[in-house]
């Protein structure tokens, strides 16, 4: 429009946006009368109806698109219609995966499914509707029989020998959301190539009719303690020093399970280890999935744990553990030097954990030369300084767990996985379960404690003197909420400014290396060159700087946010530097994300 009047041209640019607004409200409309006109429940045709007549905006949003089957399954906001959690949106999801399971495994005389679920709400009713349809394809299911961690699924999938399995949850996400995530036979979730061609099953899939029921389950089995005891039992074999447990076993752990499923397997677990003196917050005990004492139920966030911290104060407590709702994430908080807890991020509980796991394993003769360890590419640095002093090989992988798993299954029978972890609080040790482990996590992690207490420390001063060794590595991550179509249309335009237009300096520092892992190429900015990186396309823009630091940006591939990840380092050269070089480290990522021009 160069040559129109500017009022021209606005009025031209409104016109073009009310007719594409009328024709979404079109759109919409038509997907929501033909979902009124099949046969669902009288309940979800009421509530279409009342979405018509008195909320277009929310019927703009359940219809505009379908739920995404993302790479790891769904997850949405509960509600009616095509871009809700529910019971018929779970059923096209199943009835599409159960379509390429029945595929895949044609060998097999009797296809097996293993599902579990958290304390969400509907949670219970979207299992039972996945296990109907499994059942009704002629899938035989192990259903668990209450809420379970998402672990154990895991677990499960690999002990009764299924070859698929589904967990419901939505993790950590606020109570309005709930979601559905999909495990392959090896007890992994789902990666390339299953994950993109069950995506083109449950798309194949373009009515509500083409679902097939069972409502008489008459292939499901249900499970619960039989595998409880089975699972607990692998934990403690995890365990490196049982005698340490013995002489520190009163150590005083207080627990929450935010109202999640960790409540009665980690106490268990704990108890099983050795450890005696566990309190349970009583106000966070009970599941429920409205978890009406927090704002949301992520242990990332210390207003999640200020009911555990309040009963850690009052007993003197040496360590405080709070698991998300499938109990698959742990936070942890322990005491620093002035005896004030302290909450850690998942960047230095792994940094614990790992060094705890590799010196152990040192210690007792343990380490042949074929063991590694894995992290993600936005996990902290220093997993890799701990592993390198002990000849431990790392892999670095794209975020998320499933990578994690691959890389155990790649290497099953050839070398020996000892633990890894990322910076979203999710660990893991051992081979014999396929995705982070809040339940192992927090045994392990309270082990650690009780060997730091025989020795006469705390995790506090255990993490200050890993820092003086192998440097200060700090970590910061920032999510910018972005929610809606809107929203997410604006997240899609910052991923593109950062790609085609990226920056020269950061704070001063030059970016040296611009990892692009959805080109697969890391651009030299000083020699002009391209390399390739071998791994899975992904939607992560990483800027590596002359200073070291590394700053990583990717959207969320669960929730309606775009995350920023910045790592930092210096020497450390002896404890009583700490408080120094932590503030010059946090100035220095303040000064990185003003210079990125970030707006929270």
Partial sequence: MPDMPETVKTAVRLNIYTMAENELLKNVMLKAKIWLNSDIDEVSKKEIEDLINTNESELIE?????????????????????????????GMATQGLCNYVKKQFTDKK????????????????????????????????????????????????????????????????????????VYWEDGGQIISPHDKNIINEVQSIKDISEIQFDDDLKNVEIIGEKIDKSYIKELCKLSLNPAIIKKQNDLKIVYTPIHGTGVELVPKTLQAYGFKNITIVEEQKIPDGNFPTVKSPNPEESEALKLALLKAKEIDA?????????????????????????????NQAASLLINYLISQWKIKGKLKGKEYIVKTIVTTELLKEIANKYEVETFDVLTGFKYIAD????????????????????????EFVRDKDAVMSCALIAEAAAMAKENGKTLYQELIEIYVEFGFFKEKLISVVKKG??????????MENFRNSPPQTINNSNVMLIHDFLKQKTFDQINHLRYDINLPISNVLQFILNDGSKISIRPSGTEPKIKFYFGVHEELQSKEDFDKVNKLLDEKIDSIIKSLGIKL
């Fill in 62 to 90: 359940s219809f505009y698109k379908d739920l995404e089957f993302g790479t790891g399954g769904l997850r949405g906001i509960m509600g009616v219609g095509t871009n809700r959690m529910n019971i018929y949106t779970v």
């Fill in 110 to 181: 009797q296809i097996k499914a293993a599902i579990a679920f958290d304390s969400r709400n509907n949670s219970k009713l979207f299992a039972e509707k996945t296990a109907s349809v499994f059942s009704a394809n002629g899938i035989k299911v192990y259903l668990f029989d209450s809420l379970r961690p998402t672990p154990e699924l895991s677990y499960a999938i690999r002990e009764l020998g299924c070859q698929s399995g589904v967990v419901v949850t939505a993790s950590h996400n606020p109570k309005e959301y709930n979601g559905y995530k």
């Fill in 318 to 346: 040496d360590i405080v553990m709070a698991t998300d709702p499938d109990a698959d994430r742990v936070g942890i908080a322990v005491k620093n030097n002035e005896n004030e807890f302290v909450l850690l991020n998942g």
């Fill in 407 to 430: 890389i155990i299954k790649q290497k099953e029978g050839k070398k020996i996985f000892i633990g890894g972890g990322e910076e979203s609080y999710g660990y893991l040790a051992g």
């Fill in 485 to 494: 179509k809107e929203g997410s249309e604006e997240i899609n335009k910052m």
